[in-house]
């Protein structure tokens, strides 16, 4: 397959492709109440990130054992199955003790300062990670320790694991915006592990503490922000947040790295997502009540 075939049916996947990722914290929202959610929302990055773990091994051992060709054909039964499977279990996406009532609230209701405040905090978010990931293999290509690359990932995957269990079971959780904060101010120093993957592994973990809590924590504000009956439209709009995040933090590392090496990848996009953090924190400042026409029920 030649690289602009590649290129458009790579966008056609994304166009068409089922988004398992919004659709499965919509629907924990739906079958978890509202105290429970920060616990269960906090398992399913736990989840994302065991994913990520074992998700790229488990590619490079199909495609290694087999072909290229046949590694992207099980990815795409791979979402086929659970597209079904979700079609057949049919999920509820709206909370059983939520009454909807009244017509359905307009978009211009409720998408104000406080929940794109949120939104930007999730592309902050992916910014940061996009820009970290590159930034880290740029550092091991820099040395010629590319076979470390799984380590270095595992160790970024563990410290968010730990993160996230932390995060579930805390009674009161720092907001997106300080968890933002914290892994873009994070993020600037480890270039100082450059050349030393022990080093890279160590200053990786940090940052990587406030990954699964800042992921889950955006779901958890975009669920409450958002009316039950937009909630579906909002968690999307989380997703496409995320993407954005990770087509803008990438390139970025990119120009950094080609001008400044990998240190210069994981200061530039740290200092973006510092920037991104104040432009969320102005718009959260807006705490106009959203109408959501919903009542919870006795």
């Known amino acids: 397959m030649g690289y602009w075939t590649l290129l458009v049916s790579s966008f056609v996947v994304g ?142 995957c563990a410290a968010s694991i730990v993160g996230g269990l932390v995060y579930g079971g805390v009674k009161r959780a720092p907001s997106v915006l300080v968890l933002l904060a914290l892994m873009a101010a994070l993020e600037i120093p480890v270039g100082l592990g450059d050349g030393n993957v022990l080093l890279l592994c160590l200053l990786l973990v940090p940052m990587n503490l406030m990954c699964a809590p800042l992921i889950a924590a955006c779901g958890e504000q975009i669920s409450r922000l958002a009316p039950p009956t937009a909630r579906g439209l909002a968690m999307g709009l989380q997703g496409s947040a995320f993407t954005v995040g990770g087509a803008i933090g990438a390139p970025l590392a990119g120009v950094a790295i080609d001008r400044g090496g990998a240190p210069a990848g994981f200061a530039v996009v740290g200092v973006a997502g510092l920037v991104v953090a104040g432009v969320a924190w102005a718009l959260a400042r807006q705490r106009k009540p959203v109408a959501t026409g919903v009542t919870m029920a006795p």
């Open 15 to 156: 166009l068409l492709g089922v988004p398992m990722m919004s659709i499965g914290r919509q629907v924990i929202t739906a079958l978890v109440p509202d105290s429970q959610r920060r616990v269960a929302l906090s398992v399913d990055s736990i989840s994302v990130e065991l994913s990520f773990m074992g998700g790229p091994a488990l590619g490079v051992f199909v495609a290694t054992k087999f072909s290229t060709n046949v590694a992207l054909m099980f990815i795409g039964v791979s979402l086929l199955v659970a597209g079904v499977l979700l079609y057949w279990a049919n999920p509820p996406t709206v909370h059983e003790d939520e009454v909807v009532d009244g017509p359905k609230p307009r978009i211009v209701e409720w998408m104000r300062g406080r929940i794109v405040g949120v939104l930007v905090v999730c592309t902050g978010a992916t910014v940061c990670l996009a820009g970290m990931e590159v930034s880290a293999i740029a550092s091991l290509e820099h040395i010629g320790k590319q076979s470390w690359l799984g380590a270095v990932f595992f160790a970024m």
